[in-house]
């Protein structure tokens, strides 16, 4: 194997225990708001402290998938080119919405208000599939998303149809139990873009970082490597214990 295509396949631990800290404040969350939502409440999960929990883990991982949007830019972009390079990115993006919207559909049938219409992986995917537009424009992404973000704040101050829901805008009766629109939270995503490219140029780390051996970072570095699995199968296990420790299945 080259040295050129071991970079290109090798992962950075640091970035997946980063992405594991935000499973496990996913599921430290969900326990709880699952509690709430079953009529069992332990703490006030829609404000305060635990709303802001809420806000810090999803940014947590949309701002991971800015990062590793740039590696991966910088590192596909030694072999792929314009349409191809493109493409790869609406494929990889095209299926996470698809996950997305196999989201929507069951918490259509198994909720009905509240259902997902636009959630954390309808973020990610949309996101993927325009990031080419960014990706080349690195560290000044970073000025893009706050803007993005700025804009998104402002939205909150206006209603609008529910088709817009996935930009931002929505009518004021509008809930659900998942909501990362575009504006504000593709914002974050730029940020992640702009810091991925500042920290590792051309796909590389600047800085050597020496693996931490310890066993609880390998963990999380090994749940971060698969945080689509976990998020995916992690509301069901929730929910089933919940529901088995009580008696109520």
Same mark, same amino acid.
């Given at each position: 194997m080259t040295e050129q295509s071991a970079v290109c396949k090798e992962r950075y631990w640091e970035i997946d225990a980063f992405r594991g800290i935000a499973i496990v404040m996913m599921v430290?969350?969900?326990v709880l708001?699952?509690?709430?939502?079953?009529?069992?409440?332990? +703490?006030?999960?829609?404000?305060? /402290?635990?709303?802001?929990?809420?806000?810090?883990?999803?940014?947590t991982f949309v701002f991971l998938v800015g990062v590793s949007l740039s590696i991966s830019h910088a590192r596909s972009s030694a072999?792929?080119?314009?349409?191809?390079?493109? *493409?790869?990115?609406?494929?990889?993006? *095209?299926?996470i919405l698809l996950?997305?919207?196999?989201?929507?559909?069951?918490?259509?049938? *198994?909720?009905?208000?509240?259902?997902?219409? /636009?959630?954390?992986?309808?973020? @990610?995917?949309?996101? @993927?599939?325009?990031?080419?537009?960014?990706?080349?424009l690195g560290c000044a992404n970073f000025m893009l998303g706050v803007g +993005?973000?700025?804009?998104? @704040?402002?939205?909150?101050? /206006?209603?609008?149809p529910i088709w817009l829901a996935w930009m931002g805008l929505h009518p004021s009766w509008f809930y659900s139990l998942d909501y990362e629109p575009l504006f504000p939270w593709f914002g974050i995503v730029l940020i992640g873009i702009a810091v991925g490219s500042a920290l590792y140029?051309?796909?590389r780390r600047l800085v050597a970082i020496p693996e931490v051996q310890? +066993?609880?970072?390998?963990?999380l570095s090994a749940a971060g490597r698969h945080s689509l699995f976990i998020y995916l199968l992690h509301q069901p296990v929730i929910i089933g214990l919940i529901l088995l420790g009580t008696g109520l299945l």
């Open positions: 430290t969350f969900h708001f699952d509690l709430s939502y079953l009529g069992m409440p332990i +703490v006030e999960v829609h404000s305060g /402290f635990w709303r802001l929990f809420a806000i810090a883990t999803a940014s072999h792929l080119h314009g349409r191809a390079l493109t *493409m790869k990115y609406i494929r990889r993006g *095209m299926g996950l997305g919207l196999v989201i929507t559909l069951v918490t259509a049938l *198994m909720i009905g208000e509240g259902m997902i219409i /636009f959630g954390i992986l309808h973020l @990610i995917g949309v996101s @993927i599939m325009i990031a080419p537009l960014f990706l080349r +993005v973000i700025l804009i998104g @704040i402002g939205l909150t101050a /206006f209603e609008g140029p051309g796909g310890a +066993v609880p970072v390998r963990a």
